[in-house]
């Protein structure tokens, strides 16, 4: 398993028609995540031929439209495609209600659950968790209510050297080997998992996902050595000024986040319509943090590729 | 004057790359019409180089989303750029009300005033009137509340002959002249419109703009030798039961419709997103109707090119 992310969307307010507004689509363990649903990331989504009935998990960090306003076409959508299984939605107050209105004038009724989770972001918070992830709100500084997420895999359990193994040995054994445990074999041996059967498990993905926010060292502690970190990047720092009025960071800034936090590396979205040509953002980035990434829809990265 | 159409989405209810959802954008003597705005209009806006600034009316069908999910991204932008001019807004019993609730948790104030009246689709009534145009609705029959809607030109007036008139004229004299009217020159000689100064006004234009419906005749009287009439043709004529049930129409049937009404030409859109070729709607269209043109995304119409 590894985290494998699609980028739907790099544009921010205004739209253009070469970046379709915010939507980051991430798949863990054949499970979709999909953090915010801009207009029109419903047609995205077939545009890079990812399906949309496995989204199981929606986080909206907040109600400004180029973060939410295809969500309720997404929703009729799958509805509309028969979806039976349970979807989960993480977000705002206010967002519940709005689709809610929507589906009543469109007299439309939902075939399966939504189990609808409304977020705070004065605090830092354990969101949800399942059998492979947890997810943990970041509280972010913008005009309105945002919270960025931090999803991280459990920690993997360690690997098997295979045909080392002795006979008869149980799969409950097998089991307490890759947890670390050492056991008995049928002869009363110890057998050690950390010596000799097992290797180390490889490194637990992370990914946090933080827009829209001003400049915000605050965050730095909860996002400390994510492998992935996506911070908005609505400006060059020619526009610091711009950015701090508007509640928006610029690509200098991004990298001072990602620096400070030793994060593994940053990607870079959410550009401002006044931006043609994206190269000075990637080179402002990288001036401070290196191992920086330049957004553009259609993007994937497999967590398995970063160094 | 001339009615000039754009044709901003030719798809229905599911999302495909290559057809946006319902929206047609009509310019009469520099303002905009708009009609129906399915998620992600504003962006076909910018692809197809139409100014949003330019719309001053929207009417909205029905509150399926593929008809409406576009408008609350637009009034944002526009309000983003600033607008300040009146906005009018005719559309279905919700709308005004989900509009509000959107901009209230976005924090969006609109910096422009927005006319909302509600339609009814019970019968045909006149809608809204302007110094060049009248707009009626006409009553569909479909799944949720739905009305479309006949924009006419008003009469135009005749055309002055130039050269022919006679010195000492007044503009005066001239506005009687070209409202038909004979007048006196200062010699006391009659002076007649018809017969000598002036040549008949040219065609009004007209443009009836159905969708979504079942097959429903009772519409013809009121879209009687339109010029242009726009109808929705979901299905082939194969799957007429498919669409009686959801209340669509097959293209064989937008034709009778066209036929029957003795319209100039018949515009055909509203595609479902099984088909891929849609060389069988226009064949199947004129078959009935030989006046048959396939909608297109981005496809033009200078109404005065019409025959």
Redesign the interface.
Known sequence: MSFHLTILGTGS?????TR?ATSHFLMVEQEGYLFDCG??T??QL??YKLKATRIKYIFITH???DHF??L??LL??LN??HRLDDLFIYG????S??LT??M????TRLNFKVHFQETRSEESYLLMENEFVKVTTIPLVH??SCCGFLIEEKEKPRRIIKGLLPPHISIEQIKCLKEGNDVLDENGEILYSSDFYTTKAPESDSYAFCTDTAYHPDIIPIIKGVKLLYHETTFLHELEERAKETCHSTAFQAGLIAKEAQVGNLLIGHFSSRYKDLTPFINEAKEVFPKSILGEDGLTIDFRDLL
Chains 1, 2 share one sequence.
């Open positions: 307010a205004n739209p253009v028609v379709n207009e029109a419903q047609t077939i545009r109600l400004h439209g306003f295809g309720i076409g009729s959508t509309m495609h705002p107050k206010g967002l209600e709005i209105l929507q009543k004038y469109s007299d005009r309105v």
